[in-house]
C-alpha cells in the first residue's frame, strides 16, 4: 500500500500517485480499475508492461471526488506542518502510526510538501525518502528554473486544464514506476552509477561514428533549425555503450546521464530476461531453421504503455504453458571494421537464391503486425533541463531537447540538442542567482548592513537594466516590477523596509521565472528535422546490425565470475580463479559516476555461474541489503564495513586516490542527520560534495573517490576477504580508465 503525493501548504494537491490498495482503503470499493495515472478504467487487465513490480491490480473506487478526498485525508497533515515551520521554523520529517504500520515521510522543497506514504513494510524511511527527492529531481528536470517560484509551479503541476493536468500527472507517474523498478531491479540504479556495457574496441568505432556520421552531420545541415547537437550516446538497455560530445558542448554530469537514462527507459522499456527468450522461442517456432542473420528475428518493440501490448502479454503466457524452452546463441563477435553493409548484401542474395516456406512466412508478418508502434510520438522529442558547465560558468537546469531513436527492442541512440534561446537561460540563470543572494543577505536584517551597500548590488543592477532592455517592452510587467524594485532599493530618500525590500525582490523573481516559462515551457522549442533523425537512426543500425545480437546478449551478461576481463589475455585467470571465495561485487568509481560488477540472472529460465533463479535471487537480496547497509554507515561517518550474514561475508570500502592510482589518507567524512539528502547521485549528487569536501585539503592534486562492496563466502578469513578486496581494486582500476566520457 503506497501513496507519494505534492501539496502546497495551502493543502491544494498538486500531484498524487497511489496504488490500489491505498484507494481501496480510501473508500469502500466500486466499479472500475486503476491505471497507470491512478484513474479509474473499465475491464480488468495486466498491469504496465505486464510485470510484478507495477500497480496491485483490482477493482478499486473512482470518480471525480478522489482529489477531494485525498485533499480531506491529509489536510490536517499539511497544515500541520505549515503551522510548525511558521511557529517554529522546523517541522516532523518522518513519523509511523500506531504498530508501526504505516510509514510516513515528508519533506519541504520551497513551498511545496513532498509526502510518501508505505503500508505494506516494503520499503524503509530512506526509501521512501530516496524516492521524493528523485521526484524532486524530476519536477525540475521537466519544469527547469520554475520550481524557484512556488506559484508557477503550481501552475505547472496543476495546469487549469484536467486534460493537461492528466498528462502532466502521468508522465510523472510513469518516471515514478520506471524508477521503482530500477531500483529494484537494476544494479547501476541500485547504487545511482552509470553501468558501461565493456567492449572497448566497439566503443570507440561507436564513437567515432557518432562524431562523424551523426553529430559533425547533423551540426553541418541547413535542416537543424538552428538546434545544434552536443550530444549523442548509444543505450543497450541501462548499459551505456558509447557516448560523444561536441567541442562546444558543455559537459554532462553522471546524475544527469542517469535521470536520461531513465527517460529512456520510460518511453521505451526494457524486456525482461525472460520476455527476450520467450521472443526468441516464438521466433525459433515461427522460423524453425532458426535465425541465420541477425535481421531475420522478429523485431518486439515495447511501444506505448496500452492495450494492446496487455493482450500481447496475455498471449506471450498462454504461449509458455505449450512451448518448449529454445535457446539461441548470437554469432562471435564480427569484426572490427564491419558496418552491416555485408549483412545486407547477404540478406538480399538469400532471398534471391533460396525458397523460403510461404506459410511461415505469413506467420511472421502476422506476428509482426500484432506488435505495438516503437516511437511514442507525444513524448519524443522531449524538453528537458540539465545542469552544464559552460565558459561562462556553471549552470543549473540549462534547456535541451532529447531525441530518442530506436534502433531495435532494448537498442537506442540518444540526441541531446541545444536551440538558439541558451544564452537567455545562462542570462535568467544569472539573473535569478543574483536575486536570491540579495535576498539572503535582507533575510539577515540589519546586520548586513544597508542594501545600497551590498557590493553586488551595482553589477546585478547593470545586469537587469541590459536585459529588459533587450527585450524592447515584449514584457511589460517585467518592466514595471524592475522599475518599482528599483524606485524602492535604490531611492535617495529613505530606502523602504526589509518587508518591502523583501516582497519586491519575490516580485522581480517571479516576472523572471515567468519569462523563463514562456520561453522553454510554453513554446513548443524547436527539434531536429524527421529527415536528419531518420538519417541517423538509419546509419546507425546499419552500424550496429552485425553487433545487435551480441549487444543484447552481452548486456545481460556483461561480466560474470567465470568469464576472463577483455582487457586481459585469454591465458589470464578468471575472476573465480583469481578470487576463490568471491561470490559478488559491485566497484563503483564516483568521481566519473560509473560501475562495474558481474550481471545477476534471477529468472528460471536462464542459467548462469549462481544457477538459475533461487539461488541468484537470494545473492541480489544480499547484494541489496549490503547497499542499504553502507549507505547507512557512511551517513554515519564509517567509510569501511565488514560483517558476517549467516554463511556469507559482506564488506564495504570507500577510499580515495589521486590520478596516479596511488591511495591517499583517509579523513573523517561529514556525518549526515537522518532528514538529509539520502547519500547517492540522483538524490542530492553526495559524492560530488564529498570529493569537494575532501579536495580542499589536497588542492595540488586532483582527487578520485572510488567505492567497492563484496560479498565472499562465510569461511574466507576476514584477513583473506581485505587482500582480495584490494588485489580486486587493483585489478579493477585500469578499466575504469577506458575513454568513454
Not at 524508477?179 to 572497448?200: G, K, M
Not at 548509444?234 to 561536441?246: D, E
Not at 513524448?379 to 556553471?394: C, H, K, Q
Amino acid at each position: 500500500m503506497r501513496c507519494v503525493l505534492i501539496a502546497s501548504t495551502a493543502a491544494e494537491l498538486l500531484f498524487y500517485w497511489a496504488d490500489a490498495a491505498f484507494l481501496r482503503r480510501l473508500r469502500p470499493p466500486h466499479a472500475g480499475q486503476v491505471g497507470r495515472d491512478g484513474t479509474g478504467r473499465r475491464g480488468c487487465g495486466k498491469g504496465v508492461r505486464g510485470r510484478a513490480w507495477t500497480l496491485t491490480w483490482g477493482c478499486v473506487p473512482q470518480g471525480p471526488a478522489l482529489e477531494d478526498s485525498l485533499n480531506t485525508l491529509f489536510a490536517p497533515l499539511i497544515i500541520s506542518c505549515a503551522a510548525l515551520l511558521e511557529k517554529l521554523a522546523d517541522t516532523y520529517t518522518c513519523f509511523a502510526t500506531e504498530h508501526g504500520r504505516h510509514l510516513h515521510v515528508l519533506h519541504m522543497f520551497g513551498d511545496c510538501l513532498y509526502i510518501a506514504v508505505n503500508g505494506d513494510g516494503t520499503e524503509s524511511e530512506d526509501d521512501l525518502r530516496r524516492t521524493l527527492f528523485v521526484l524532486r529531481r524530476l519536477v525540475e528536470a521537466h519544469c527547469g528554473l520554475v520550481t524557484l517560484d512556488s506559484h508557477l509551479i503550481r501552475k505547472e503541476l496543476r495546469p487549469a486544464d484536467s486534460e493537461q493536468r492528466e498528462r502532466v500527472w502521468s508522465l510523472l507517474r510513469g518516471l515514478l514506476e520506471t524508477y521503482s523498478h530500477l531500483r529494484e531491479e537494476d544494479q547501476s540504479f541500485a547504487v545511482e552509477a552509470v553501468e558501461r556495457l565493456i567492449h572497448p574496441q566497439l566503443c570507440e568505432q561507436c564513437i567515432e561514428f557518432l562524431e562523424r556520421q551523426v553529430v559533425q552531420y547533423i551540426n553541418a545541415s541547413p535542416e537543424r533549425g538552428g538546434d545544434e547537437v552536443g550530444h549523442a550516446f548509444l543505450l543497450v538497455h541501462t548499459k551505456l555503450l558509447a557516448f560523444y560530445s561536441s567541442r562546444n558542448a558543455s559537459s554532462i554530469r553522471p546524475a544527469d546521464l542517469l535521470i536520461l537514462i531513465l527517460l529512456v527507459q520510460d518511453l521505451y522499456p526494457s524486456e525482461s530476461a525472460e520476455e527476450e527468450l520467450d521472443r526468441q522461442s516464438v521466433a525459433g517456432k515461427v522460423l524453425p531453421q532458426g535465425p541465420k542473420r541477425s535481421e531475420s528475428i522478429p523485431v518486439s518493440g515495447p511501444g506505448s504503455h496500452g492495450a494492446a501490448e496487455k493482450d500481447s502479454d496475455d498471449q506471450q503466457d498462454t504461449d509458455d504453458l505449450s512451448m518448449p524452452e529454445v535457446y539461441y546463441t548470437p554469432e562471435p563477435s564480427p569484426g572490427g571494421h564491419s558496418t552491416g553493409d555485408e549483412s545486407w548484401l547477404e540478406g538480399a542474395e538469400m532471398l534471391g537464391t533460396g525458397e523460403a516456406d510461404a506459410a511461415d512466412v505469413q506467420m511472421a508478418e502476422d506476428l509482426l503486425q500484432t506488435l505495438g508502434p516503437l516511437v511514442p510520438e507525444a513524448s519524443n522529442p522531449r524538453r528537458i533541463f540539465l545542469d552544464a558547465n559552460l565558459r561562462e560558468g556553471y549552470c543549473p537546469l540549462l534547456p535541451h531537447t532529447m531525441h530518442c531513436l530506436p534502433l531495435w527492442p532494448g537498442i537506442s541512440l540518444v540526441l541531446l540538442t541545444k536551440g538558439p534561446t541558451t544564452q537567455v537561460a545562462v542570462t535568467l540563470y544569472q539573473l535569478l542567482d543574483g536575486f536570491l543572494v540579495l535576498e539572503r543577505k535582507l533575510e539577515e536584517g540589519p546586520e548586513a548592513g544597508a542594501p545600497r551597500s551590498y557590493p553586488f548590488l551595482a553589477e546585478l543592477r547593470q545586469r537587469m537594466d541590459k536585459f529588459v532592455k533587450k527585450l524592447s517592452g515584449q514584457d511589460i510587467q517585467l518592466q514595471n516590477t524592475w522599475v518599482d524594485f528599483k524606485s524602492k532599493i535604490f531611492s535617495r530618500s529613505e530606502p523602504g523596509s526589509s518587508l518591502e525590500l523583501l516582497q519586491a525582490v519575490a516580485n522581480v523573481k517571479r516576472q523572471l521565472c515567468s519569462v523563463y516559462r514562456q520561453l522553454f515551457l510554453a513554446s513548443a522549442g524547436h527539434s531536429l528535422s524527421q529527415g536528419l533523425r531518420d538519417r541517423a537512426q538509419k546509419l546507425m543500425r546499419e552500424k550496429l546490425l552485425d553487433w545487435r545480437d551480441f549487444l543484447l546478449v552481452k548486456s545481460r551478461r556483461n561480466i560474470t565470475m567465470v568469464s576472463y576481463p577483455c582487457w586481459t589475455p585469454l591465458t589470464h585467470p578468471t575472476y573465480l580463479e583469481d578470487f576463490p571465495g568471491l561470490v559478488h561485487f559491485i566497484y563503483v568509481d564516483r568521481t566519473a559516476g560509473q560501475m562495474m560488477a558481474p550481471s545477476l540472472s534471477v529468472t528460471e529460465k536462464s542459467s548462469s555461474e549462481l544457477g538459475k533463479g533461487p539461488l541468484a535471487a537470494f545473492i541480489k537480496r544480499k547484494v541489496w541489503s549490503l547497499i542499504a547497509l553502507a549507505r547507512r554507515y557512511l551517513q554515519k561517518g564509517y567509510t569501511t564495513l565488514m560483517l558476517q550474514d549467516g554463511d556469507y561475508c559482506c564488506s564495504y570500502f570507500l577510499w580515495f586516490e589521486n590520478e596516479l592510482g596511488y591511495k591517499l589518507e583517509m579523513m573523517e567524512v561529514p556525518v549526515l542527520s537522518d532528514d538529509s539528502a539520502p547519500i547517492g547521485m540522483l538524490a542530492g549528487d553526495y559524492y560530488r560534495k564529498l570529493l569537494r569536501y575532501y579536495s580542499k585539503n589536497h588542492q595540488a592534486e586532483v582527487v578520485k573517490c572510488y567505492e567497492l562492496l563484496t560479498v565472499h563466502l562465510g569461511i574466507i578469513p576476514s584477513e583473506l576477504v581485505v587482500q582480495q578486496a584490494c588485489d580486486l581494486a587493483r585489478r579493477l582500476w585500469e578499466p575504469s580508465r577506458i575513454p568513454l566520457l
